[in-house]
C-alpha cells in the first residue's frame, strides 16, 4: 500500500471502530484502541507479511498485542486486511464471540496470543524471535505495547534478555499516549524518558509522531543498526481522531451513545443522519 | 533410555532428585530435537550442568526473572518446541503464576514448567524456598496436567513421558539426595495412571511423591499391628485417576492421604473434592504439612517433626482408627 491507501485503510478502521463501539452496545477501550490506528493500518497495510486466505502460514511475520485492551485498534486492521470477515466482525463482545475485550489465541482468525494481563506479550515475543533464529526462518516478530504497561516489571525482565539476546527481529512499538486507566503517566509512573530507558537495556531506539503515517511507514522500513531488538516509541494522542475523546480519559473505557455515536461520525466527517 | 534397574536406582538416589532429573532430561535431548531446556539461572541447581555442556543451543539461561522465563518458554512453545523450564517451586508456581496460568493454562503451550526441592527439602533455606502451596495454585488452573513423581527412577519415567507429552504440565520434585527408592525395575508409567503398589483390606492410603515411600514404611508397620493397608503411587494430581482410586476404596475403612504439601489444596484436598458428593464413603484423614510457616530444620530432622515419616505416619494411622473407634485387631 502507498501513504495515500493506507491513510484510508486508518480511516475505514476509525469507522470501524466507532460503528462496532455503538453496535456491541456494552463499554469498550475506546481511547487506547483510537490512538493505535495510524500504527496498525501501517503494520497490516503495508509492512507485515501475511497471507489472508492462509492465516497460519508458516513464514508470516508474528503480531502479538501485549496491551490486550487495545482490540479495537486491532480487529478492525484484522478486517481491513481480509483476515477476518465482516461477520466474524460483527460478533465483537457478543456472548460467545471469539472477538471479545482482549484478544484470545486462534491462528485462523490471524490472533497469535491470548493477551489482558499487561507485560506478558514481549516475554512470548522473545520466544518466537528465538525459534525464528533457531530454525533459520525470516519471518519478524511485532510485540505492541502501551506506555502504561511499562509500569509492569515483567516488560523489563523481557527488555533486558531481548537486549542481551541481540534479537533484530523483534520489534516492540510502544504506544506512548502519556495516559493510563487512572490518569496521566507522568503523574504515576513518570515514562516520558521511555527511549533512553530501551535504549540503556540494548535496543535500537527510534521516536515518533504514530499519526503521522509516512513517519511511521519510514520508522519500520528504517533499516536499524543489526543486532539489536527494535524499539519505536510512537508518541499517540488516546482517542485519536474523535475530537471529544482526544486525550480524556473519560473515554478509556466507556459506551457510546446514541448522540455520542452520532458526534463521533460527525469528528470522521459522516453525516450525523449515517444509519446506525 | 535409562534403564530402571536396582544398580542405577542406587546411583541416581545417592545423587537425588535434581541430579537425576537432569540427567533423564539430557538423556531425553538425544531423542527429542524440539526439546528446549529453559532456567532463570538455576541450570546448575536444577542438575542441568550436563545438559548445557552437551547440548548448548537448546539450554538458555533467562537470567533471574522466572515471570520472563515463562513467557518465552511459551513462544518458543508457540513455535514448535517441547519447553522444559524450571526453578525453585515458589519461584516457578507463585511468582510466575500468572504467566503460567496465561501461557500453559490459557493458551495450552506446550511447556512444562518443573518445580526442584518442591516440599520442604530445601531445609534450612527456609520457607522463602519451599514449596508448600504450589500444588494447590497450579492445581487449580485449567488445562494443567500436575505430577508429582514418587521416586528418581519415576523422574525418570516422568520425564521420558514428558518429553514425548504434548501439551503443558507442571511437574513437582520432591525429595533430595539420598532419596529412598520405590522403584528397582522398569514398570508401566502413563500420566493420570495410579498404581496400587500394595493392596490391603483394611484402609487405603494414597499418596504422592517422596510420601509414597513413606507410606509403604507406614503400611510395613501397621501390618504389624495387623492393619491391612492398600498404598497407591497417586503421581498425576491432575487429572485425578478416580478409576483407581474407587478401586482402592472398595470395602476400605479409612482413606488417608500423604503428601509433602499444605494439607490445603494439595492431594488431599484432590481426593477429597472426589469424595465429598459421595453418599457411600470412607473417613479420610489427610496427612501432609501444617497451615503455616514452619521453623526450618535439616530436612530428615523436619520431616520427623512433622510427622511425615514411615513411622509416625503409621502413629497417625492407628490414632485416627481408634478415633473413629474402629481399632482393627488382626
Known amino acids: 500500500m502507498n501513504i495515500s491507501e493506507i491513510e484510508n485503510m486508518a480511516s475505514f478502521m476509525r469507522r470501524k471502530i466507532i460503528d462496532i463501539s455503538y453496535e456491541c452496545g456494552v463499554t469498550a477501550h475506546l481511547g487506547g484502541g483510537l490512538s493505535m490506528v495510524d500504527i496498525m493500518a501501517v503494520l497490516y497495510g503495508h509492512i507485515l507479511r501475511f497471507d489472508k486466505k492462509d492465516p497460519r502460514w508458516e513464514d508470516r511475520d508474528r503480531f502479538i498485542l501485549s496491551k490486550g485492551h487495545g482490540v479495537l485498534g486491532y480487529y478492525p486492521a484484522l478486517l481491513a486486511a481480509g483476515i477476518i470477515s465482516e461477520e466474524v466482525f460483527k460478533t465483537f463482545k457478543a456472548n460467545g464471540s471469539d472477538l471479545i475485550a482482549h484478544p484470545v489465541m486462534n491462528l485462523d482468525l490471524g490472533i497469535e496470543s491470548s493477551n489482558g494481563s499487561l507485560g506478558q506479550g514481549l516475554s512470548m515475543g522473545i520466544g518466537?524471535?528465538?525459534?525464528?533464529?533457531?530454525?533459520?526462518?525470516?519471518?519478524?516478530?511485532?510485540?505492541?505495547?502501551?506506555?502504561?504497561?511499562?509500569?509492569?516489571?515483567?516488560?523489563?525482565?523481557?527488555?533486558?534478555?531481548?537486549?542481551?539476546?541481540?534479537?533484530?527481529?523483534?520489534?516492540?512499538?510502544?504506544?506512548?499516549?502519556?495516559?493510563?486507566?487512572?490518569?496521566?503517566?507522568?503523574?504515576?509512573?513518570?515514562?516520558?524518558?521511555?527511549?533512553?530507558?530501551?535504549?540503556?537495556?540494548?535496543?535500537?531506539?527510534?521516536?515518533?509522531?504514530?499519526?503521522?503515517?509516512?513517519?511511521?511507514?519510514?520508522?519500520?522500513?528504517?533499516?536499524?543498526?543489526?543486532?539489536?531488538?527494535?524499539?519505536?516509541?510512537?508518541?499517540?494522542?488516546?482517542?485519536?481522531?474523535?475530537?471529544?475523546?482526544?486525550?480524556d480519559n473519560a473515554w478509556h473505557h466507556n459506551r457510546l451513545t446514541r448522540k455520542t455515536y452520532d458526534e463521533a461520525l460527525e469528528c470522521l466527517g459522516v453525516p450525523a443522519t449515517a444509519e446506525g | 533410555m535409562m534403564e530402571i534397574n536396582k544398580r542405577n536406582a542406587r546411583q541416581w538416589s545417592r545423587l537425588g532428585s535434581r541430579g537425576v532429573f537432569g540427567l533423564a532430561l539430557t538423556d531425553a535431548a538425544a531423542d527429542h530435537a524440539d526439546l528446549m531446556a529453559l532456567s532463570a539461572d538455576l541450570g546448575n541447581s536444577s542438575g542441568l550442568g550436563r545438559f548445557q555442556a552437551m547440548y548448548?543451543?537448546?539450554?538458555?539461561?533467562?537470567?533471574?526473572?522466572?515471570?520472563?522465563?515463562?513467557?518465552?518458554?511459551?513462544?518458543?512453545?508457540?513455535?514448535?518446541?517441547?519447553?522444559?523450564?524450571?526453578?525453585?517451586?515458589?519461584?516457578?508456581?507463585?511468582?510466575?503464576?500468572?504467566?503460567?496460568?496465561?501461557?500453559?493454562?490459557?493458551?495450552?503451550?506446550?511447556?512444562?514448567?518443573?518445580?526442584?526441592?518442591?516440599?520442604?527439602?530445601?531445609?534450612?533455606?527456609?520457607?522463602?524456598?519451599?514449596?508448600?502451596?504450589?500444588?494447590?495454585?497450579?492445581?487449580?488452573?485449567?488445562?494443567?496436567?500436575?505430577?508429582?513423581?514418587?521416586?528418581?527412577?519415576?523422574?525418570?519415567?516422568?520425564?521420558?513421558?514428558?518429553?514425548?507429552?504434548?501439551?503443558?504440565?507442571?511437574?513437582?520434585?520432591?525429595?533430595?539426595?539420598?532419596?529412598?527408592?520405590?522403584?528397582?525395575?522398569?514398570?508401566?508409567?502413563?500420566?493420570?495412571?495410579?498404581?496400587?503398589?500394595?493392596?490391603?483390606?483394611?484402609?487405603?492410603?494414597?499418596?504422592?511423591?517422596?510420601?509414597?515411600?513413606?507410606?509403604?514404611?507406614?503400611?510395613?508397620?501397621?501390618?504389624?499391628?495387623?492393619?491391612?493397608?492398600?498404598?497407591?503411587?497417586?503421581?498425576?494430581?491432575?487429572?485425578?485417576?478416580t478409576a483407581t482410586l474407587d478401586k482402592a476404596l472398595e470395602g476400605t475403612r479409612a482413606v488417608i492421604t500423604v503428601e509433602e504439601h499444605s494439607t490445603i489444596g494439595g492431594l488431599g484436598s484432590a481426593v477429597s473434592e472426589y469424595l465429598a458428593p459421595k453418599r457411600e464413603r470412607p473417613p479420610h484423614l489427610s496427612i501432609g504439612l501444617p497451615d503455616k510457616f514452619v521453623k526450618a530444620g535439616q530436612y530428615q530432622h523436619m520431616l520427623d517433626e512433622l510427622g511425615l515419616l514411615g513411622p509416625n505416619i503409621a502413629q497417625s494411622i492407628g490414632s485416627f482408627m481408634h478415633s473413629l473407634d474402629m481399632p482393627i485387631s488382626a
Open chain 1, 128 to 247: 518466537i524471535a528465538l525459534a525464528a533464529r533457531r530454525k533459520t526462518r525470516m519471518f519478524k516478530t511485532y510485540i505492541y505495547l502501551g506506555d502504561g504497561e511499562c509500569n509492569e516489571g515483567s516488560v523489563w525482565e523481557a527488555a533486558m534478555l531481548a537486549g542481551q539476546l541481540k534479537l533484530s527481529s523483534l520489534t516492540a512499538i510502544i504506544d506512548h499516549n502519556g495516559l493510563q486507566s487512572d490518569g496521566e503517566s507522568n503523574q504515576i509512573i513518570d515514562n516520558s524518558n521511555i527511549a533512553e530507558r530501551f535504549a540503556s537495556f540494548g535496543w535500537d531506539v527510534v521516536s515518533i509522531d504514530g499519526h503521522n503515517v509516512p513517519e511511521i511507514v519510514a520508522a519500520f522500513d528504517q533499516r536499524f543498526q543489526t543486532g539489536k531488538p527494535k524499539a519505536i516509541i510512537a508518541r499517540t494522542v488516546k482517542g485519536k481522531g474523535i475530537s471529544f475523546m482526544e486525550n
Open chain 2, 56 to 241: 548448548p543451543d537448546q539450554f538458555l539461561n533467562t537470567g533471574i526473572a522466572e515471570q520472563n522465563m515463562i513467557g518465552v518458554a511459551g513462544g518458543l512453545a508457540k513455535e514448535g518446541y517441547n519447553v522444559f523450564a524450571t526453578s525453585f517451586a515458589p519461584f516457578i508456581a507463585m511468582r510466575a503464576s500468572e504467566q503460567v496460568r496465561m501461557n500453559l493454562g490459557y493458551m495450552e503451550l506446550n511447556v512444562k514448567a518443573v518445580a526442584i526441592g518442591s516440599g520442604i527439602v530445601m531445609g534450612l533455606l527456609g520457607n522463602s524456598h519451599y514449596g508448600i502451596e504450589d500444588v494447590s495454585v497450579m492445581r487449580s488452573i485449567p488445562n494443567l496436567t500436575v505430577v508429582s513423581p514418587a521416586d528418581c527412577a519415576e523422574i525418570v519415567k516422568t520425564v521420558e513421558a514428558a518429553a514425548r507429552f504434548k501439551g503443558p504440565m507442571y511437574i513437582r520434585l520432591t525429595g533430595g539426595p539420598d532419596n529412598p527408592s520405590v522403584y528397582t525395575e522398569d514398570y508401566d508409567f502413563e500420566f493420570g495412571k495410579a498404581i496400587t503398589l500394595r493392596e490391603g483390606r483394611d484402609i487405603a492410603i494414597i499418596a504422592c511423591g517422596t510420601m509414597v515411600y513413606q507410606s509403604l514404611e507406614a503400611a510395613k508397620e501397621l501390618a504389624a499391628q495387623g492393619i491391612d493397608a492398600t498404598v497407591v503411587n497417586m503421581h498425576t494430581l491432575k487429572p485425578l485417576d
